[in-house]
């Protein structure tokens, strides 16, 4: 190669390669507290919880699941509502009932909701893989919660705060 500026773009187009090619992610241990310096003030609070049921990362990609009472996911909702630098609160809905996963794909029992949590650049990325070009910039993490209907929560006792948006999603 005849410049280091040619050498710089090929080993940045390695690094990122592998980084997408060859992740790494562990299981979050369930009976300890959680905590990130990358993660948007008040999301600690969120999965510190003492009903939730599992975790797990894989690369930046950060998810929770949880069970619980409709007064504990009212209180999620209400503690998710306040946290800023997000692209935006999402409330996705989704048919059935949750199913908490390991890393290792294993059932790890039933679940009423989970956190999905991931920052911007590592999102922008999985975003492109599928061609999706619209994510904002103006944020530094996406965060959603994602609520299964066929669960033990009933829908006519959920208070969801106004500034959170609903997506309804059947069979996922």
Avoid at 15 to 44: I, L, Q, R
Avoid at 47 to 63: A, D, K, L
Avoid at 81 to 91: A, D, M, Q
Avoid at 114 to 141: V, W
Wanted: contains cysteine; hydrophobic residues 35%; charged residues 25%.
């Amino acid at each position: 190669m005849k410049n280091s500026k040619q050498r710089a773009t090929v080993a940045g187009a390695i690094f990122f390669a592998c980084w997408n090619t060859f992740g790494m992610g562990g299981d979050y241990p369930d009976e300890k507290n959680v905590n990130h310096f990358s993660w948007p003030k008040g999301m600690n609070n969120l999965v510190n919880r003492t009903n939730r049921v599992c975790g797990h990362w894989i690369v930046s990609e950060e998810i929770f699941y949880f069970s619980g009472t409709s007064m504990d996911f009212n209180s999620f909702l209400e503690d998710y509502s306040r946290i800023r630098g997000v692209e935006k609160h999402l409330l996705i809905f989704h048919d059935g009932v949750g199913e908490a996963l390991s890393l290792k794909r294993e059932n790890r029992g039933p679940c009423d909701w989970k956190l999905y949590g991931c920052d911007a650049l590592r999102r922008n990325t999985i975003d492109s893989m599928h061609g999706i070009t619209n994510t904002p910039s103006h944020t530094n993490y996406t965060l959603e919660v994602h609520f299964w209907m066929g669960g033990q929560l009933v829908l006519e006792k959920l208070n969801i705060p106004k500034n959170i948006e609903i997506k309804m999603e059947a069979g996922r």
